[in-house]
Protein backbone atom coordinates (compact mmCIF):
# COMPACT_ATOMS: atom_id res chain seq x y z
CA UNK A 1 0.00 0.00 0.00
CA UNK A 2 1.63 3.26 -1.19
CA UNK A 3 0.64 6.32 0.77
CA UNK A 4 1.98 10.17 -0.25
CA UNK A 5 2.32 12.95 1.68
CA UNK A 6 0.43 16.17 0.35
CA UNK A 7 -1.17 19.68 1.28
CA UNK A 8 -4.70 19.37 1.99
CA UNK A 9 -7.40 20.49 -0.42
CA UNK A 10 -11.07 21.02 0.02
CA UNK A 11 -12.04 17.55 -0.95
CA UNK A 12 -10.49 16.03 2.08
CA UNK A 13 -13.18 18.00 4.24
CA UNK A 14 -14.90 14.82 5.30
CA UNK A 15 -11.96 12.82 5.98
CA UNK A 16 -9.56 15.49 7.97
CA UNK A 17 -12.79 15.79 9.83
CA UNK A 18 -13.29 12.45 10.70
CA UNK A 19 -9.70 11.95 12.25
CA UNK A 20 -10.01 15.74 14.01
CA UNK A 21 -12.96 14.17 15.90
CA UNK A 22 -10.78 10.36 16.25
CA UNK A 23 -7.90 12.89 17.65
CA UNK A 24 -10.09 15.65 19.94
CA UNK A 25 -13.06 14.17 20.55
CA UNK A 26 -15.43 17.31 20.18
CA UNK A 27 -18.14 17.60 18.03
CA UNK A 28 -17.93 16.82 14.03
CA UNK A 29 -19.80 20.05 13.59
CA UNK A 30 -16.64 22.43 15.50
CA UNK A 31 -14.30 20.56 13.64
CA UNK A 32 -16.04 21.11 10.08
CA UNK A 33 -16.54 24.65 11.19
CA UNK A 34 -12.61 25.28 11.69
CA UNK A 35 -11.70 23.13 8.66
CA UNK A 36 -13.98 25.92 6.47
CA UNK A 37 -12.21 28.52 8.46
CA UNK A 38 -9.12 27.31 7.46
CA UNK A 39 -9.83 27.02 3.30
CA UNK A 40 -11.43 30.55 4.08
CA UNK A 41 -7.96 31.76 5.39
CA UNK A 42 -9.94 32.63 8.45
CA UNK A 43 -8.51 29.94 10.86
CA UNK A 44 -6.34 31.15 13.25
CA UNK A 45 -4.48 28.18 14.70
CA UNK A 46 -3.27 26.83 11.45
CA UNK A 47 -1.46 28.12 8.58
CA UNK A 48 -0.10 24.79 6.90
CA UNK A 49 -1.83 20.85 6.59
CA UNK A 50 -0.39 18.34 5.03
CA UNK A 51 -2.35 14.81 4.69
CA UNK A 52 -1.46 11.00 4.47
CA UNK A 53 -3.16 9.80 1.37
CA UNK A 54 -3.98 6.22 0.61
CA UNK A 55 -3.86 5.13 -3.09
CA UNK A 56 -7.60 5.40 -2.71
CA UNK A 57 -7.71 8.58 -2.16
CA UNK A 58 -8.76 8.12 1.44
CA UNK A 59 -6.99 9.81 4.18
CA UNK A 60 -4.56 8.20 6.81
CA UNK A 61 -3.30 10.81 8.59
CA UNK A 62 -2.92 14.81 9.11
CA UNK A 63 -0.65 17.42 10.35
CA UNK A 64 -1.60 20.83 11.33
CA UNK A 65 1.18 23.57 11.34
CA UNK A 66 0.49 26.86 13.36
CA UNK A 67 3.05 29.72 14.22
CA UNK A 68 3.46 31.07 17.43
CA UNK A 69 4.34 33.90 18.85
CA UNK A 70 5.70 31.72 21.61
CA UNK A 71 6.68 28.59 22.70
CA UNK A 72 8.47 26.77 25.72
CA UNK A 73 12.29 26.54 25.39
CA UNK A 74 12.93 29.20 22.64
CA UNK A 75 13.39 32.77 22.19
CA UNK A 76 12.62 32.93 18.48
CA UNK A 77 9.90 35.77 18.07
CA UNK A 78 7.31 33.20 15.92
CA UNK A 79 8.17 29.76 15.95
CA UNK A 80 5.98 27.17 13.30
CA UNK A 81 3.90 24.82 16.11
CA UNK A 82 2.58 21.17 15.51
CA UNK A 83 -1.09 21.83 16.84
CA UNK A 84 -2.37 18.08 15.72
CA UNK A 85 -0.53 15.20 14.58
CA UNK A 86 -2.40 11.87 13.64
CA UNK A 87 -2.20 8.79 12.29
CA UNK A 88 -5.30 6.09 11.56
CA UNK A 89 -4.96 3.13 14.09
CA UNK A 90 -4.48 0.50 11.69
CA UNK A 91 -1.37 2.13 9.98
CA UNK A 92 0.78 3.60 12.78
CA UNK A 93 4.21 2.07 13.32
CA UNK A 94 4.68 2.25 9.50
CA UNK A 95 7.00 5.48 9.67
CA UNK A 96 3.94 7.94 8.63
CA UNK A 97 4.02 9.80 11.37
CA UNK A 98 7.60 10.50 10.49
CA UNK A 99 6.81 11.26 7.07
CA UNK A 100 4.78 13.81 8.43
CA UNK A 101 6.60 15.72 10.12
CA UNK A 102 8.73 15.54 7.92
CA UNK A 103 7.02 17.73 5.36
CA UNK A 104 6.42 20.07 8.59
CA UNK A 105 10.01 20.82 9.01
CA UNK A 106 10.75 21.15 5.14
CA UNK A 107 7.73 23.47 5.03
CA UNK A 108 9.34 25.24 8.00
CA UNK A 109 12.78 25.31 7.23
CA UNK A 110 11.46 26.66 3.40
CA UNK A 111 9.80 29.61 5.19
CA UNK A 112 12.93 30.66 7.02
CA UNK A 113 12.64 29.01 10.49
CA UNK A 114 15.19 27.40 12.07
CA UNK A 115 13.11 25.32 15.20
CA UNK A 116 9.41 23.69 15.11
CA UNK A 117 7.83 22.90 18.39
CA UNK A 118 5.03 20.97 19.42
CA UNK A 119 3.49 19.26 22.46
CA UNK A 120 2.04 16.56 23.97
CA UNK A 121 -0.38 15.60 26.35
CA UNK A 122 1.32 14.53 29.90
CA UNK A 123 -0.23 11.24 30.27
CA UNK A 124 0.15 10.72 26.65
CA UNK A 125 3.65 8.62 26.54
CA UNK A 126 2.80 6.88 22.89
CA UNK A 127 3.13 11.20 21.44
CA UNK A 128 6.23 11.68 23.57
CA UNK A 129 8.07 8.78 22.83
CA UNK A 130 7.21 9.65 18.56
CA UNK A 131 8.40 13.19 19.62
CA UNK A 132 11.49 12.14 21.22
CA UNK A 133 12.17 9.20 18.43
CA UNK A 134 11.99 12.40 15.62
CA UNK A 135 14.74 14.57 17.34
CA UNK A 136 12.48 16.44 19.86
CA UNK A 137 13.93 17.37 22.68
CA UNK A 138 11.61 17.95 26.24
CA UNK A 139 12.26 21.46 27.34
CA UNK A 140 9.51 21.65 29.91
CA UNK A 141 6.37 19.86 31.89
CA UNK A 142 3.82 22.12 32.74
CA UNK A 143 0.18 22.25 33.76
CA UNK A 144 -1.64 25.26 32.22
CA UNK A 145 -4.42 27.43 34.31
CA UNK A 146 -7.09 29.85 32.69
CA UNK A 147 -9.20 31.78 34.62
CA UNK A 148 -12.61 33.33 33.07
CA UNK A 149 -12.96 37.60 34.42
CA UNK A 150 -16.54 39.07 34.16
Known sequence: RDMHISKVNTTDRNEWARMRDALWPD???AHLGEIDAYFANAEIDMVEVFVLEKE???????IEINLRNYAEGTRSPQVPY???WYIDADVR???HGK????AAEKWALQ???TELASDAELEN??????HKALGFAE?????????KLK
Open 93 to 95: GRG
Open 56 to 62: NGKLAGF
Open 125 to 130: SGSIAA
Open 82 to 84: VEG
Open 139 to 147: VDRIVCFLK
Open 111 to 113: NGF
Open 27 to 29: SLD
Open 99 to 102: QLMQ
